[in-house]
Each structure stands twice: as C-alpha cells, then as structure tokens.
C-alpha cells in the first residue's frame, strides 16, 4: 500500500530500511555489467560472464557473512576476558 | 572519438545506466548532491558532499541531477517541508522527501560506483590499442 502515493525519482524507495539486502544483487550485477563488458573477450560469453561474476561475489559476501557470523557467535565468547 | 568497440560501449553504457538509475530509483533525486543542505550536518551544511566527486566522474549527468536535486530543495513549497529540530537545538524545515538510512546510503553508492567504473572504463579505452590486451575471463 505505501507503494501507491510513491512518485520515483522524487520520493525515496519505501521499504528500502527492512530489506536493503535485496539492493546487494542488483548493485553487483550492475557492476559485473560494466567489468565483463570490458574485460570479456568474447562478446558473445558477455551474459554468462556476468551471471557468474554476480553469482561469485554474492557467494564472497555469503563466505564473509558465515565467517563473521562464527568469529562473533562462537569464538569471540570463548576467549579469555581480560 | 571512437575505438571501434560498439558492442563493449553499449554494454558498458547499459550497465551505468542500470546502477545510475536503480540509484535514483533507491534514493530519489537526493542521491546525487553536490551541497549539504543545512539539516544534514551540524556545519550548517553548504559544504560539498563528497561522495560527489566519485559521482562526477560520470559526467555532465551527474552535475545535471546534481542541480536538478538543488533547485528542488531550494524551491520547494511550504508544504514540501517538514519541521525538524537543527543540531544547534533550534527549529529548522528539511525537504519532505530526503532520503534517510539505507536507501540514502544505497541510492547515492549505487550512483557513485557508477561514476568511479565509468572513470575506470574511461581510462581503460584511453589506456588501450588492441584487443587482445584484455586479461581473458577475469
């Protein structure tokens, strides 16, 4: 319902505060667009490149996430204090 | 000027335009801004944004949207703003539609990384003779 009396490129995106993550694919696809579309040698692989490129560095950003996630769940309250 | 890469312009310019606009679309106009408005800092704003200068780097759009964000702010209606309470504790308006939090922080990134790769392709085509310079499926 909020999304009626939005006006795009005025009015900020609702709903962006709860669900930003969602924004982290899109951002990593337009960048995969621009690299691959320099880096590629063959224009024709240009589509797949970018679709594992995007899929690559989504699952980079997943590995930091469980690592972190580990480090501060598990390990960081195991050490000593002081 | 032209390198005979058609294909690559097209492809790199479909990809700006996918992270300038989803940019614009997350944040409103406000995600390109060249001047602080005074709400934004407790310097009475009037100081250039600084990821600006990464957004710049996209070219004449930028400074367009940039301007575009000013007058709109500048001029708007009384009902377009909102009481708010300044850094100095006083009283002071903000414009109704200013992005806050994440989509501020995502719209004006997605608009700056659109600018810095554009300076980066930019200076690759500048920087390039063949082809086969290109470092394969990397």
């Known amino acids: 319902m ?14 962006i505060q709860s ?6 694919p899109i951002l990593i696809f337009g960048i995969a667009m621009m690299y691959k579309a320099v880096r590629v040698i063959d224009l024709a692989t240009y589509w ?35 | 000027m032209s390198i ?10 479909v990809g700006f335009l996918v992270l300038w606009f989803s ?22 704003g009037g100081k250039m944004n600084l990821w ?16 575009l964000d000013a007058s709109l702010i500048r001029g708007a209606e009384e009902d377009e703003l909102i009481e708010i309470t300044m850094h100095d504790q006083t009283i002071g ?9 994440h989509a501020a922080d995502f719209g004006t990134l997605f608009c700056a990384l659109a600018g810095l790769i554009n300076f980066a392709v930019a200076l690759d085509a500048g920087g390039r003779t063949t082809p086969d310079r290109r470092g394969g499926g990397r």
């Open chain 1, 48 to 82: 797949r490149e970018v679709g594992i490129m995007t899929l690559q560095v989504l699952l980079a950003f997943l590995g930091l996430a469980v690592g972190i996630f580990i480090l501060v769940q598990w390990i960081v309250p195991v050490l000593p204090s002081g």
């Open chain 2, 23 to 44: 940019g614009l679309l997350i944040g409103g106009l406000g995600s390109v801004r060249y001047w602080d408005p005074p709400y934004t800092n407790p310097a009475a």
């Open chain 2, 4 to 13: 005979g890469e058609k294909g690559r312009g097209v492809r790199i310019l």
């Open chain 1, 19 to 24: 669900n930003w993550l969602w924004l982290l």
């Open chain 1, 2 to 15: 909020t999304m009626l009396g939005w006006v795009p490129f005025i009015q900020p995106l609702p709903g």
């Open chain 2, 93 to 101: 308006t903000a414009y109704r539609y200013t992005a806050i939090g």
């Open chain 2, 52 to 67: 600006f200068i990464a957004q710049a780097a996209a070219g004449p759009i930028a400074f367009g949207f940039g301007a």
